[in-house]
Nanobody, 117 residues
Framework: QVQLVESGGGLVQPGGSLRVSCVAS????????MSWYRQAPGKERELVAG????????NYADSMKGRFTISRDNAKNTVYLQMNSLKPEDTAVYYC??????????WGQGTQVTVSS
């Protein structure tokens, strides 16, 4: 019943831009903080960005600051990640996560982003 569905991934050239989206259903979206994580081949999953339940606060991993922007549209139950100035090292599966305190955590299935010439 609870679903997080990512979309918008694909192949992009270095220096290019991409926006990935995550549409949520089955829970009260506006009560949940949302975040994006990524996992590259052979690497651990890492936090990319987070946003509070109504969008008042955001946080980013240092390597993503200035290049990536997280946003949400609660009317559409959607969280976005705008990625600019993409580098090959950004290649990963990108996952969205919904969090409410310590007790409710939901994960999407991920969307592949490949940065390559």
């Amino acid at each position: 019943q609870v679903q997080l569905v990512e979309s918008g991934g694909g192949l992009v050239q270095p220096g290019g831009s991409l926006r990935v989206s995550c549409v949520a259903s089955g829970f009260t979206f506006s009560r949940y903080a949302m975040s994006w994580y990524r996992q590259a081949p052979g690497k651990e999953r890492e936090l990319v960005a987070g946003i509070s339940n109504i969008g008042g606060s955001t946080n980013y991993a240092d390597s993503m600051k200035g290049r990536f922007t997280i946003s949400r549209d609660n009317a559409k139950n959607t969280v976005y990640l705008q990625m600019n100035s993409l580098k090959p090292e950004d290649t990963a599966v990108y996952y969205c996560k919904a969090s409410r305190g310590m007790w409710s955590n939901y994960w999407g299935q991920g969307t592949q982003v490949t940065v390559s010439s």
